[in-house]
């Protein structure tokens, strides 16, 4: 090989490569994000029922999200971490759950018992199969939640 | 019709061992371009000129050029109404995959360019470019540098978030401050007295379509006077 074809080759490997970096991100953003498995209202599994012990709150993520599934002997309710108030992201305090930034505090099954939140913390659909738990939309419909924390789910 | 349709002049022997071989070869024979081509290639850039301070209005350019491939694509998923807007931007920044990455190249650009283009606007004064013969460049140049802020003043307000709100009542109320004219300038960009779904509408339109078509008129006036004038002398 000579030293000009080399430097082609090398010229033409660069060319395609920054092509195809630039390619790669554009035909990602126009594939509609509704199509991306795990995107929001698609049903995911969030795990085998194994994983969540009875008696606990277990943190999950869904779709992006922070939650936390609860077993009560059986009956697993998913619940959103994201406090009502201003959106922080809820610690599990024992069975209950209680917020870092203005002292919310809300009882195993979601009602306010400490302010400054006033709405209770909302619940995912959800049904077990073979299994594993899987998660749906969330339910919004307990409780007249503000368009912003509407919007945190969308 | 008054164009040459004759068939193109035979090449000579020494022509034929300048064309280049290839797709581009072919292309350029087809349409008898080498001697455009050869014009084009065979400028010498000063000496004086080999600094970067005179790379300002290049790098203005390749902005540009970024902002309208970026712009195309958030218009995939922008949605210019009220309830939605809003909405959308927040969509193409959390759910559409590289959507932060295409709507922040566009935003970093956007304000980048307003920079270069004072900057160039600034090397052009101060090495004494604008003087005879250039002063129509100068002039264009004036004019892309107001488009370009229009651009920027535009483009504010399509996310349609509080920020934008509160920037285009400023903007537009002092275009309504205008002598004569002011309320004129104002029911127009407002499409009202008021800002609502009419502003939105006309803002983007202005954004996507006008502003563009103006810009790329002067840029292709301002070049084809820069290759006519050629790089100015030095100081």
């Known amino acids: 090989m000579t030293r000009s074809s080399f430097l082609k080759w090398l010229i033409g490997i660069v060319g395609a490569v920054s092509v195809a970096g630039i390619l790669y991100p554009v035909l990602r953003f126009l594939k509609p994000p509704a199509a991306v498995s795990g995107a929001i209202g698609q049903v995911v599994n969030v795990g085998v029922l194994s994983s969540f012990p009875a008696g606990q709150l277990t943190a999950v993520i869904i779709n992006d999200k922070p939650a936390a599934v609860q077993n009560l002997n059986g009956k697993y309710t998913v619940y959103s971490l994201i406090c009502t108030h201003l959106g922080c992201v809820n610690a599990i305090d024992g069975d209950a759950f209680k917020c870092p930034c203005h002292g919310s505090q809300f009882s195993p099954t979601g009602v306010v018992t400490h302010g400054p939140a006033k709405l209770p913390l909302p619940t995912y659909h959800s049904q077990t199969q073979n299994g594993a738990l899987l998660v749906g939309p969330i339910d919004l419909s307990h409780a007249a939640y503000p368009a912003w924390y509407k919007g945190e789910f969308t | 019709m008054s164009v040459a349709t004759g068939p193109l002049p035979e090449q000579t022997p020494s022509e034929a061992k300048r064309r280049k071989p290839g797709l581009v070869g072919w292309v350029v024979n087809r349409l008898g371009m080498d001697d455009i081509m050869e014009d084009q290639y065979n400028r010498v850039v000063p000496f004086h000129a080999t600094n970067y301070i005179y790379c300002f209005g290049g790098i203005a350019l390749v902005l540009f050029i970024i902002l309208a491939a970026t712009g195309i694509m958030l218009a995939v998923y922008y949605q210019p109404t009220p309830?939605?807007?809003?909405?959308?931007?927040?969509?193409?920044?959390?759910?559409?995959?590289?959507?932060?990455?295409?709507?922040?190249?566009?935003?970093?650009?956007?304000?980048?360019?307003?920079?270069?283009?004072?900057?160039?606007?600034?090397?052009?004064?101060?090495?004494?470019?604008?003087?005879?013969?250039?002063?129509?460049?100068?002039?264009?140049?004036?004019?892309?540098?107001?488009?370009?802020?229009?651009?920027?003043?535009?483009?504010?307000?399509?996310?349609?978030?509080?920020?934008?709100?509160?920037?285009?009542?400023?903007?537009?109320?002092?275009?309504?401050?205008?002598?004569?004219?002011?309320?004129?300038?104002?029911?127009?960009?407002r499409g009202g007295e008021q800002i609502s779904a009419a502003t939105l509408g006309r803002f983007y339109d202005l954004h996507v379509l006008v502003l563009p078509a103006i810009i790329i008129i002067l840029l292709l006036g301002h070049f084809f006077m820069i290759r006519r004038h050629g790089i100015s002398g030095r100081l």
């Open chain 2, 83 to 189: 309830d939605a807007a809003y909405q959308s931007v927040l969509d193409i920044s959390t759910h559409v995959q590289f959507g932060w990455w295409i709507r922040s190249i566009h935003r970093w650009s956007a304000g980048a360019m307003v920079l270069l283009v004072f900057v160039h606007m600034l090397r052009v004064f101060f090495t004494g470019a604008y003087k005879k013969p250039r002063e129509l460049n100068w002039l264009t140049g004036v004019a892309l540098l107001l488009i370009t802020m229009g651009f920027g003043f535009t483009g504010y307000l399509l996310p349609w978030d509080q920020k934008a709100y509160w920037a285009t009542k400023v903007g537009t109320d002092i275009a309504g401050t205008v002598p004569v004219f002011g309320h004129f300038l104002l029911v127009s960009l």
